[in-house]
């Protein structure tokens, strides 16, 4: 038996903290990824409660659990754009703000409108340096022609994507700097943009002079931000879990595949029901190919080798050691120093963003 948890504590806490940075700026409560793991309508429920009732979303199924979930006045912003009339109809019926990012895309809601006899409400996406979705700064005319011929569409809100603030103020800096000159220029031209937000969770922290008309968080909420510091953030999210077998090991003894850890004395372990499938024991982020992040990567692998860095896991309260590589669905973990017995609790650190596999409670 594997239990997912989420401390509602711990959850009221971040969302007062980020109200707080906030400081009067509407929060959009990015709840993509099933809530980050956490089960989008449970997390939806917990912000609603705590006075936010704006949310985005980047799959239909989200927002059409919402809605059925009783979410019928709150603002729900789709942030992943697209032509496919199906996907747009169904945003249409869910009364959901879609994301333009191109021309085409702008076509096709505006068309899907008009044979509605209706007016869609829409949000622009601009690429300041993302390089994934929206108009570029070169694209201005194509950006213009919504406002001035698209009256099908009601533009409430524009927007941008950091990809760096949580390493990079020069290159968050500049992104800024460049939605703010088109935001500019739009308004030069007679246009209300509208909404403007472009603040993330690490920019919200970081930069809290760059909120704007709104802010977008996600990772804050979980208190899992890349960027350092947890500024008062408290982690949520933890497997509970039960010791199903102990195993002795004699002195030159080994467990799990590759024999990579061998027992220098007669060790004692603990089996747990919970592996790498479980999101425990893995990492993301380790799919860049640039020299200097190479490089990173393996002096961050000699450090966690010269220092002996170890995963822990928490037994009967105390910290253990895992021994040998985590497997597929279980992990061995070194309980000679402590009492322990078939069925007591374990305590694993998953984030929610990597676990799977596990029912998710709210406790």
């Known amino acids: 038996m594997r239990t997912y948890v989420a401390e509602k504590e711990a959850l009221i806490a971040n969302i007062q903290i980020i109200q707080r940075q906030a400081d009067g700026v509407p929060v959009w409560a990015v709840v993509k990824g099933g809530g980050y793991g956490l089960g989008a309508v449970p997390l939806a429920r917990l912000l609603r409660d705590q006075g936010i009732?704006?949310?985005?979303?980047?799959?239909?199924?989200?927002?059409?659990?919402?809605?059925?979930?009783?979410?019928?006045?709150?603002?729900i912003l789709m942030l992943q754009p697209t032509t496919d009339r199906a996907v747009l109809e169904a945003l249409l019926?869910?009364?959901?703000?879609?994301?333009?990012?191109?021309?085409?895309?702008?076509?096709?809601?505006?068309?899907?409108?008009?044979?509605?006899?209706?007016?869609?409400?829409?949000?622009v996406k601009l690429d300041t340096g993302m390089g994934r979705y929206g108009f570029r700064p070169e694209e201005f005319n194509q950006i213009a022609a919504i406002y001035q011929y698209m009256d099908h569409i009601a533009v409430s809100g524009i927007y941008t994507h950091f990809s760096s603030a949580f390493c990079s103020e020069k290159r968050t800096r500049e992104q800024f700097e460049q939605f703010q000159i088109l935001l500019d220029k739009l308004a030069g031209?007679?246009?209300?943009?509208?909404?403007?937000?472009?603040?993330?969770?690490a920019a919200?922290?970081?930069?809290?002079?760059?909120?704007?008309?709104?802010?977008?968080?996600?990772?804050?909420?979980?208190?899992?931000?890349?960027?350092?510091?947890?500024?008062?953030?408290?982690?949520?999210?933890?497997?509970?879990?039960?010791?199903?077998?102990?195993?002795?090991?004699?002195?030159?003894?080994?467990?799990?595949?590759?024999?990579?850890?061998?027992?220098?004395?007669?060790?004692?372990?603990a089996i747990l029901p919970v592996g790498w499938?479980?999101?425990f024991g893995t990492e993301y982020g380790r799919d860049s190919f640039r020299f200097r992040d190479c490089v990173r990567g393996?002096?961050?692998?000699?450090?966690?080798?010269?220092?002996?860095?170890?995963l822990y896991v928490r037994v009967n309260g105390q910290r253990c050691p895992v021994r040998g590589?985590?497997?597929?669905?279980?992990?061995?973990?070194?309980?000679?120093?402590?009492?322990c017995h078939t069925g007591d609790q374990a305590v694993l650190d998953i984030s929610p963003l990597m676990q799977k596999g596990m029912e998710v409670v709210f406790r």
């Open 277 to 279: 499938y479980h999101g």
């Open 93 to 123: 019926d869910l009364n959901v703000i879609c994301t333009i990012s191109t021309q085409d895309g702008a076509v096709a809601l505006n068309g899907i409108a008009a044979g509605r006899d209706m007016v869609a409400e829409a949000h």
């Open 325 to 339: 590589h985590v497997g597929m669905l279980h992990c061995a973990v070194d309980v000679s120093k402590i009492e």
């Open 298 to 310: 393996t002096l961050s692998l000699l450090k966690a080798w010269l220092t002996k860095r170890r």
């Open 189 to 201: 031209r007679g246009y209300e943009t509208g909404e403007a937000h472009c603040c993330n969770s």
């Open 53 to 75: 009732t704006r949310f985005c979303v980047t799959e239909v199924s989200e927002a059409r659990a919402l809605r059925e979930a009783g979410f019928a006045d709150e603002r």
């Open 204 to 269: 919200l922290f970081r930069w809290p002079e760059m909120r704007m008309n709104g802010v977008r968080v996600g990772s804050a909420l979980l208190g899992r931000l890349s960027a350092k510091g947890n500024f008062g953030l408290r982690r949520v999210g933890c497997c509970e879990t039960a010791v199903t077998e102990l195993h002795r090991l004699s002195k030159g003894g080994s467990t799990g595949y590759g024999g990579a850890w061998r027992a220098r004395k007669e060790t004692r372990l």
